[in-house]
């Protein structure tokens, strides 16, 4: 498997917070934000890919795995499913789950043996540089194969901060339509994942005030020290709280859109052209 760089943020929520699973979640509106609703609400999320996929699928690649709960799900039913993950410390888990077979690459530079029915991007695509994600998806899918796009992302006219992470979302409906991909389905899901920024946001403020009260005697003891080492951390501590907005479920919903996208790719036997 080739080495990446681990991911250390997704680590921190697989070996600190304890999740398996490696994205946003379903939640209801009655929901009480907890760790354990978390869980509940990404395994919703999971069993809306599954309960979506078209009957005529048999063969999988799920690109950005994570840990492969889904991957494991999806051959317990019977489907013919690996996994793509550049990430070591995913392929490792992996691989003591017995779940192969994973290929360990960024998807830009997998190479696939097989044309798949269906590629599933489960919070991945935004990882992806959209000039290689769909020319690269149809290296890796049959003609009228499918394409199953979960994530978020950006809405027009954003910029900074915001507009970081996640494909323009009218750039990646015209690059998908542009590269031959029907749009079948989508569902707008924004509304149901925010409660897990909400969640994000009150555990990171809980760990700021355990900071607070853990060096609060060095503080009062050391007043010169403590100017010092804030003087030097001053840099890190800024952009801290100039990310902070990234976790706000109300500048989620105004700049991004989290979308549930199923494609068929072109050229499928008895389609009409
Ligand atoms: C947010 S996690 C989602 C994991 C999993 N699909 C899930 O839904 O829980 C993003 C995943 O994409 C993977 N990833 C990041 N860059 C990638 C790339 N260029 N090609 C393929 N996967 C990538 C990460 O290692 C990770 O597995």
Not at 217 to 223: E, G, W
Request: hydrophobic share 40%; with cysteine.
């Amino acid at each position: 498997m080739t080495k990446h760089a681990n991911d250390r943020a997704l680590r921190f929520y697989h070996h600190v917070l304890g999740l398996e699973r490696l994205h946003y979640g379903l939640w209801q509106p009655e929901d009480e934000l907890s760790l354990a609703n978390l869980k509940e609400a990404q395994k919703r999320y999971e069993d809306l890919l599954i309960d979506q996929m078209p009957s005529q699928v048999c063969t999988i690649v799920d690109v950005g795995c994570g840990t492969g709960v889904l991957l494991a799900r999806l051959k317990e039913m019977g489907f013919q499913a690996e996994g793509v993950t550049p990430d070591l410390h995913q392929q490792q888990v992996m691989q003591a789950k017995g779940l192969g077979p994973v290929h360990g690459c960024r998807f830009e530079e997998f190479a696939p043996q097989i044309a798949y029915d269906c590629v599933i991007m489960s919070e991945s695509a935004q990882y992806i540089p959209l000039a290689q994600l769909f020319v690269k998806v149809k290296e890796a899918l049959r003609p009228g194969g499918f394409l199953m796009v979960c994530d978020y992302f950006v809405l027009n006219d954003v910029r900074g901060i915001m507009a970081k992470s996640g494909h323009n979302y009218e750039g990646f409906l015209a690059a998908a339509q542009k590269e031959g991909f029907r749009l079948v389905k989508s569902r707008d899901i924004t509304r149901e994942v925010l409660k897990t920024l909400d969640l994000a946001k009150t555990t990171a403020e809980k760990i700021q005030l355990a900071v607070e009260i853990g060096t609060e005697k060095f503080r009062d003891r050391h007043p010169l020290w403590t100017r010092l080492i804030q003087f030097l951390l001053r840099k890190k501590y800024r952009r801290l709280q100039e990310e902070k907005i990234l976790i706000d479920a109300g500048e989620f919903a105004k700049t991004k859109t989290y979308q549930f996208l199923l494609f068929e790719r072109e050229g499928g036997a008895g389609e009409s052209s």
